[in-house]
Structure formats: structure tokens, C-alpha cells
């Protein structure tokens, strides 16, 4: 029988790989199909999300404005079965960091879209009123949300199932915080999962977009289903017998469990929510807002009080609690520099910094200029902590001649090629089961690739988003909006660090990119990024 | 003659639907569930999920109501089949089956429903739950056995 199918999946490989370009203006959908070249040099997921958003994003786009793209892309694996190893990608200028990011969307909703019919959507504009967009047999549909506002995400989603009478959906919604831009309003699934903590919320609700529903039974041929099903059960049984990390610091969770509750209800990121409340208190409690700005905080925080009003009051955004929603950075501005001293997590507030020399193959420094979208951490800072300890380990692989430390490789690979969970099952020693994921590749969709080739890919991907964040930057020539979170010896320090940067980067005084950065990432079809 | 039945715990079932896309694969090269052999259902939106699949009747109603007796009994396995090659996909078996357990292929224009993947059934292979099992009949009722006689005892699951 397996036999027969793989001789019918062969038969059936021609479908597509289809591309929805959303323009919220007009109301409109384009679909236009992935070239089967793009999925050799970006493979999928976040890697053509980086690409199309390279094509799309006009300069400084700001939140609040339609020029602002959101692509949204299901990862490589999703809809063959991977459950955990399967994810979809959000990719959008991120409100709270102010770069362009990722973030992982975990469980089904990648699966969903290419049962939809879709792979990839790029979405533009800004609708009149709130709306959902139903992905359906290959087609989108702009349905009415305005009687979904103010709903939290269950609620909405609950509401949706209902009104298009359908069980078997995959949908992302967003709560109250991200209606009304809260910087760390996340978006959530319909199973639960929440992402985005750096303010996917705020992009679809700057665009009104309440939701994305999937639904639909599109078919995904499988080219080896044999090969593909003894290899998934053996990734999954090692899974089992390893055991899953404990990812979740039970006795905060359970000292938090209000917070937890309410933050996913009004879809705004737990743990800045917690550093926000805690911020807020000791701000009360040393008096510091009346000091610099002879304003008194409308708060009433403390470890005994209920925090639900404050909560709500930053989901709303609006009055004296709105610059609480706009993250700590942003809200210092207004509360004034000294109240950073009273944030609670400064190495959260930091991880922008880098006292190093700046060296592009360290994966480390580039958080300078890749702001993780909020991707679903829980997974990995367990099995990254692990790693850390190997992380002086050189791997096998080179990229522009230079050997990859063995940490960079392991998040090139985890943050690019869209894996889910399947870091979980790496070998804290260090060993990376690239060639697991090669053959996933291979038995699923039917693409081969050396384990090199893979490398590049992930490379590609973070060069790409590098690209968008350094043009970005590099054309605040004057006041680069991140120098201002620095000052005296830090700025001078992080200026000679951009300076430093700039050259190697591969962009010139006029912040615009050299040919060759583009020919060796092997897309010199951009050339030249003005936009 | 492998004794065999597949056996549905609902309790236990999570409604992750993976055995839903892992028959699909392996008996359609398509992870494509509206093909797949076994379906999993929400009660009445109430997280509780039952995963519905051909039980294999011994008096079978799609073996009675196919016109051209090409659906028979499969002794080895002790499970209904299909013979395509006779079939002409009037899908009076469809309509017939009281579970719903029986499909149309639309694009292969061919019924179906669950072979038991000839004695190794993939969807009792990747439920982690233990929702289903394949197990001999005479010992459906060890694990509420168990159930109970921990109750009684006051001894936790392991």
C-alpha cells in the first residue's frame, strides 16, 4: 500500500507553492506561486518571509502606518505530520524593539494554511474597519471583526467558529492589547500558543486585523510517506523517552498565575507584563515619577494588590496608563532616564548592548541588529543553557571561508530553517542532527539538500533580516533611534561599534549595500536596496 | 489469523489529531486528513474528543449493502476490505456505514476506509495519549481493571 502511495504522490508533486499578497486597502488578494528556485535558496518559512519582506518593506516604516508588511509563512514541514518539529513564521518591523524580526508560531496554524491553500501571505494597508481574513480554498475573504472588538482572544476565536459553522480551523487572534497597540501585545492560536512578545499583537491591530482563520482541505502530496512516517516515529520516540525540559518555573507561575491569566486574556506578553507591574511599583514606591515629571502614577500596585485594573488600563492604552504599553525604552522617555534605574530585568532591557567588538560570524552580537521577534523561547533556553557550556566547539561548517563556531550553526539553524521543537532532541554535546532534519526535508516535500547547502540557507535568512535592520539603522544618519537608549561612555563606545560594524556589513557612507553582499547571499535580484 | 481490534479510548484522547494526518499519509501520500481513515471529533465544543474508525462489524452493513459484493471479510486480519478492482464507487457503502467510518476519495474517485495497515495500524503507532490501542479482545477490559483496582486500593497512576 505504501508502495502504491508513494507512486501516486510522485504522480501529484506538481502542485504549488502559492504566495497570498493581501492589500488591506483595497481589500484585495493577489496569488501568485513560489518559484521552485525560491525554495532551494530560502527553503521556506522564515527564509521567504525575509526575502518577500526585503522586496516589500518601503523605508522606515512605522507601525502605526499601512507602508508596514507583515508576512506570514508556513514553515517547511508544516502539514506532514511533525506536530512539534512544524511551525509557521510571523516576520514584521517588531513595535517594541523597532526592527524588523521573526517569531516562531508553534503548533498547527502552518499546517492550516497550507491547507487553505497558501503558503506564504504578505499583508499590506490597513483595513477602515476591524476585519478577519479567512484563508479558504486557495482564496481570502475580508469579513467584518468591528462585533469582535474588544473580545479576548478565546472569545473571539470561540465567536468565529460559530459564525463560520466550521470545528476544523486554524486561526491567530489577537486581544484588546493588541487592538489598541500595547508595543508587547502577543498574538495567540487557537490551541493556545501565544507569540510575538515584542508586539506581533500591535502589527495586526495597526493593520485591523483582529484575526487570520484557515480552513480548508487542500491537499499536501508527501513524496516518501513510508520513509517520512519511520522517521518521524523515531524522532518522536526519542522525544518521549528524553523527556521533555521543565520549561516553566512552576513556582512563579503559580505566585503569577493571576497575572498569566489576565495577560492571555487581554493578549499582552506575560513576562514583560510582570517586569511592567514591577517596574510600576517600584517607581510608586521610591516616588520617582513625581521627581521628574510632577506626575503622580494612577496606580495602586503592590505585591498584595489585585493588578487586574492596571492591566486593563495598559491593554487600553489610553490616559495617564498608555505609556506603559509602549515598553520600558519607549516609556522612559516619558517618565524620564533616571526611572530605567528601577526596571526590573536590565539584562532584558540591555540585550541590545554589546561592550564587545562587534564580529559578524558571533552569533551573540547579532542580537545587536536581530531582535528576536519573540519566538517562542520556553523551548529553547533549556536546551541552550546546556549548549552554552560546548559553545567554544568549532563545527564542520564554513560560510565565506570562515569555520562557524558550533553555537552559531546551532542558532542558525533552530531560528532559520523553522524546526519547532526539534532542538529539544539535539545532544546537549554539542552533536547538531542536521542530516535529521536534511532527510525530513527530503522525505516530505522532496528536495534535497547537503547539509552545507542547509547551513547557507539559515545564513541567508539572518543575512537578510540583518540587511533590513542595518538599512534601517544606518539611515537615522544623524540620531540612530538605538543611540538614544545609551549615553556618555556607552554611547561613545556603541558608535564606534556601528562604525566598526558598518564596513564589515558590506554597506557604504550612504548606508546603501554593496553589489557583492547581495551576490554572495545570492540575491542580487534586490540590488540596489534603495527603498 | 491475527486476533486483533483496534480499540478507542476517547478519555484519553487529546485531540492533537496527529492520527488523523499520519493515516492520511500513509494511505493516501497526502497530509491531507479529509482522506484519512479515522476521524476525531469534538463533543459539542467541549474538549472532550472522540476519534471514530471503522469498528470492522461482524454483521458489516457496507459488506450488505454493496450491490456488487466486491467488500468481504479479510480472515487474516478480521477486517472488511474493499476489492477496487471491482469496484465501481456507487458508495452505497458510504451511506450505509452507521459510524461514518467510510469515505470518498473525490480526485482518486475510490472509497475508503481503515485496512488495519495490515497489522500494524500507523495512527495506534503515533498516538502518545493511548487513545488507541491494538490490542487482543480478551484484554479490552485490563486497563479499567487496573482503573478500578487502583481506585480501591488509593494508589496514584505511575
Known amino acids: 500500500m505504501i508502495r502504491h502511495a508513494e507512486k501516486e504522490s510522485g504522480r501529484l508533486m506538481g502542485f504549488s507553492w502559492k504566495i497570498g499578497y493581501v492589500d488591506l486597502n483595497k481589500s484585495t488578494a493577489d496569488i501568485e506561486t513560489v518559484p521552485s528556485e525560491w525554495r532551494r535558496r530560502f527553503l521556506g518559512g522564515r527564509g521567504v518571509n525575509a526575502y518577500l519582506s526585503l522586496k516589500n518593506l518601503r523605508k522606515d516604516p512605522v507601525l502605526s502606518k499601512p507602508e508596514n508588511v507583515i508576512a506570514l509563512g508556513a514553515g517547511v514541514l508544516s502539514g506532514f505530520g511533525a506536530g512539534p518539529l512544524e511551525c509557521a513564521g510571523f516576520s514584521t518591523r517588531f513595535p517594541l524593539t523597532d526592527r524588523y524580526g521573526f517569531a516562531a508560531i508553534p503548533g498547527g496554524f502552518g499546517t492550516g494554511m497550507r491547507w487553505a491553500g497558501f503558503d506564504h501571505l504578505i499583508i499590506s494597508g490597513k483595513a477602515k474597519h476591524p476585519v478577519y481574513l479567512l484563508l479558504k480554498d486557495s482564496g481570502v475573504q475580508f469579513l467584518d471583526a468591528r462585533h469582535l472588538k474588544g473580545k479576548s482572544v478565546s472569545e473571539s476565536i470561540e465567536m468565529i467558529r460559530d459564525e463560520i459553522k466550521r470545528s476544523d480551523f486554524h486561526a491567530v487572534a489577537i486581544g484588546p492589547a493588541g487592538e489598541n497597540r500595547v508595543y508587547f501585545a502577543d498574538a495567540a492560536t487557537e490551541e493556545g500558543w501565544r507569540f510575538g512578545k515584542t508586539g506581533a499583537g500591535a502589527a495586526l491591530g495597526s493593520k485591523n486585523i483582529k484575526a487570520v482563520v484557515c480552513c480548508g482541505i487542500w491537499d499536501i502530496p508527501v513524496k516518501h510517506p513510508g520513509k517520512l512516517l519511520n522517521l518521524l516515529k523515531d524522532i518522536f520516540d526519542a522525544m518521549v523517552a528524553s523527556g521533555v525540559p521543565d520549561l516553566i518555573d512552576k513556582k512563579r507561575i503559580g505566585r503569577d498565575l493571576r497575572v498569566y491569566s489576565i495577560t492571555r486574556a487581554l493578549g499582552m506578553d506575560f513576562q514583560t507584563s510582570l517586569d511592567a507591574l514591577t517596574w510600576a511599583a517600584q517607581l510608586a514606591k521610591f516616588d520617582v515619577l513625581s521627581k521628574q515629571t510632577n506626575m503622580r502614577p494612577d496606580i495602586s500596585v503592590s505585591e498584595k494588590n489585585d493588578p487586574t485594573p492596571f492591566l486593563m488600563r495598559i491593554a487600553a492604552g489610553k490616559g495617564s496608563a498608555a505609556p506603559w504599553g509602549w515598553g520600558p525604552l519607549k516609556a522612559a522617555e516619558k517618565f524620564g532616564h533616571e526611572s530605567l534605574k528601577y526596571f526590573p530585568s536590565p539584562e532584558a532591557l540591555l540585550r541590545i548592548y554589546a561592550e564587545e567588538p562587534f564580529d559578524p560570524m558571533d552569533s551573540r552580537r547579532w542580537t545587536l541588529f536581530f531582535p528576536d521577534g519573540g519566538a517562542c523561547k520556553e523551548g529553547t533556553s533549556e536546551t541552550r543553557g546546556k549548549y552554552n557550556s560546548e559553545k567554544q566547539k568549532r563545527s564542520p561548517f564554513q560560510i565565506h571561508g570562515r569555520t562557524l563556531p558550533a553555537e552559531t550553526v546551532e542558532n542558525l539553524i533552530a531560528n532559520c530553517l523553522g524546526i519547532g521543537t526539534l532542538r529539544l532532541s539535539w545532544d546537549p554535546a554539542g552533536e547538531i542532527h542536521l542530516k535529521t532534519f536534511r532527510n525530513l526535508v527530503q522525505f516530505s516535500v522532496g528536495l534535497e539538500f547537503s547539509e552545507t547547502e542547509l547551513v547557507e540557507i539559515a545564513f541567508r ?61 545570492q540575491i542580487e535580484d534586490l540590488w540596489p536596496l534603495k527603498r | ?88 464507487s456507487c458508495r452505497m457503502c458510504v451511506a450505509a456505514c452507521p459510524f461514518g467510518a467510510m469515505g470518498f476519495d473525490m480526485p482518486r474517485q475510490m472509497v475508503f476506509k481503515c485496512d488495519l495497515c495490515d497489522g500494524d ?38
Open chain 2, 1 to 88: 489469523m491475527v486476533e486483533k481490534i483496534l480499540q478507542i479510548d476517547p478519555q484519553k484522547c487529546t485531540g492533537c489529531r496527529q492520527c488523523e494526518i499520519v493515516c492520511a499519509i500513509r494511505c493516501n501520500a497526502s497530509g491531507n486528513p479529509s482522506v484519512s481513515r479515522i476521524r476525531v471529533f469534538e463533543w459539542m465544543k467541549s474538549s472532550f474528543f472522540v476519534p471514530v474508525v471503522c469498528p470492522q462489524c461482524e454483521e458489516a452493513p457496507c459488506l450488505a449493502a454493496c450491490p456488487r459484493e466486491v467488500i468481504y471479510r479479510d480472515k487474516l486480519f478480521n477486517r472488511i476490505m474493499v476489492d477496487y478492482g471491482r469496484c465501481v
Open chain 2, 121 to 158: 495500524p500507523q495512527c495506534v503507532k503515533f498516538c502518545y495519549p493511548g487513545a488507541l490501542s491494538y490490542t487482543r479482545p480478551e484484554t479490552l477490559q485490563y486497563e479499567h481493571i487496573r482503573h478500578a483496582a487502583r481506585n480501591q486500593a488509593g494508589v496514584k497512576a505511575s
Open chain 1, 461 to 521: 535568512t539572518y543575512a537578510m533580516e540583518h540587511l533590513l535592520n542595518v538599512r534601517e539603522a544606518a539611515r537615522e544618519s544623524v540620531t540612530p533611534s538605538i543611540f538614544k537608549y545609551f549615553e556618555g561612555d556607552d554611547l561613545k563606545r556603541f558608535k564606534a561599534l556601528i562604525k566598526k560594524m558598518g564596513p564589515k556589513s558590506g554597506w557604504d557612507k550612504r548606508s546603501l549595500f554593496k553589489k557583492h553582499v547581495f551576490k554572495e547571499l
